[in-house]
């Protein structure tokens, strides 16, 4: 993705790239972890003997340097995020992608990648570059992309922003839809020493449709904020020139919410561990959904539900969530629960359980649980499985 930035910035730095695990020439050790990622790039840098360095990343890249920034402040000179975001879209969002790939492999996503990397114009032009692009994503590790799905479902770093101490450049295309010019002002409102670079005619991977106006914004960015160089020259562009708009304002980012208005007392560790699996595991608009119908009447119900099942049963080490999630429709279909059924198939494929895998669990739930219970529940299952699983056109 970078390869049309080398051959300028390489003339003043020493320049490291790397792949993400199971992407590109890296092996497929898996985490889902944005903060495990940051971990694994300084253990490589270690070996490599560096020790301080300027950090320029790209979607998920972003995230690795705007981790960087936030828990080795020390290490990191200066920063540039381009199309990047503190809170890549939902997490349900994320999750969802990782149950469509393991049922439909990655094809169905690489497919429909450069619509949403490149403008229209670019994409007709470049036909090369689009192949590139949806072999790119084709030939990775499917594991590996679902493991980086869930890394950016628990990645939001809104509330932190606050906190990176380094020059930071904020640099995003006019035309992104992935992470569009509302997430970059948020980035700049947040960080107090940042400035925001909008180009123009430009989607989502910037560094690869417009390669020169990049580069020309990465030196100058480097160059100016790299505290142990003198900065060259400001470069000439080949492309349209990016707008380079003043610092936002830096104000303290919105609090961020969830759960009930209870009194402080009720919520201790265990609500707060509870919450958190409960959204991963049943996603966030359902548990939206639960709080906003939450009043003075079922709330001793719900935080009752979050404490012990949630922050008590699902969190134990004995079972992992797969296991837990069979064990769970088993017993949904034995009572007869049907909406819990629904609810329970999507958190099943979320905790990686294969609409195969649910099939055989159904089958073997009508020897022991009866026909009629299992037919109930296929039906349930079936349609649930559908949505969950269909491609986005």
């Known amino acids: 993705m970078w390869d049309r930035q080398i051959p300028e910035l390489t003339r003043q730095w020493r320049v490291i790239r790397f792949d993400l695990p ?3 020439g890296s092996p497929a050790h898996a985490t889902t972890s944005i903060a495990e990622l940051a971990d694994r790039l300084v253990a490589t ?9 300027g950090y320029a990343g790209c979607d998920i890249g972003g995230a690795v340097g705007a981790q960087l920034a936030l828990t080795r402040p020390h290490r990191v000179t200066s920063l540039a995020l381009v199309s990047s975001s503190p809170r890549y879209g939902t997490a349900d969002a994320w999750r969802q992608r990782g149950v469509v790939i393991r049922t439909n492999g990655l094809d169905p996503i690489a497919r429909t990648a450069p619509e949403h990397w490149f403008t229209p114009g670019f994409a007709g032009a470049q036909s090369a570059i689009v192949e590139w692009a949806v072999q790119m994503v ?14 950016l479902a628990a990645y939001d770093v ?62 100058r960015h480097f ?3 790299w505290h142990d160089k003198p900065g060259p020259p400001a470069l000439g562009a080949a492309a349209p020139k990016p707008q380079i708009a003043p610092p936002m304002p830096t104000h303290a980012p919105p609090a961020i919410e969830s759960g009930l208005s209870q009194p402080a007392q009720v919520r201790g560790g265990t609500y707060e561990q509870g919450i958190k699996v409960r959204r991963e595991v049943l996603g966030d608009a359902h ?41 769970t429709l088993t017993a949904l279909v034995a009572r007869g629960h049907r909406e819990e059924l629904a609810l329970h198939t999507r958190a099943a494929l979320r905790n990686g359980l294969t609409p195969a895998e649910i099939r055989e669990i159904l089958l073997h739930t009508a020897v022991y649980c009866g026909v009629p219970a299992a037919n109930s529940a296929f039906a349930v299952a079936q349609k649930v499985i ?3 699983t269909t491609p986005e056109a």
């Open 22 to 24: 199971g992407h590109g």
């Open 45 to 53: 840098l270690d070996a490599l003997g560096v020790e301080r360095f």
């Open 138 to 151: 084709r030939t990775t590790d499917p594991g590996c992309y679902i493991a980086a799905c869930e890394a």
């Open 158 to 219: 809104r509330s932190s922003l606050g906190r990176v101490g380094v020059p930071t450049l904020v640099v995003v295309g006019a035309e992104d839809q992935v992470t569009p010019t509302t997430d970059a002002r948020t980035l700049v409102a947040g960080i107090p020493d940042a400035s925001l670079a909008l180009i123009p005619g430009t989607s989502h991977l910037a560094p690869v449709e417009q390669p020169a106006a990049v580069s020309e914004l990465l030196i």
């Open 223 to 225: 160059s100016t904020a």
């Open 287 to 327: 548990v939206d959904r639960v709080e906003a119908g939450t009043d003075d009447f079922n709330a001793d119900f719900h935080d009752f539900i979050t404490r012990y099942a949630w922050g008590e049963t699902w969190t134990r080490p004995g079972l992992d969530r797969r296991t837990r999630s069979v064990i």
């Open 386 to 388: 559908q949505e969950e």
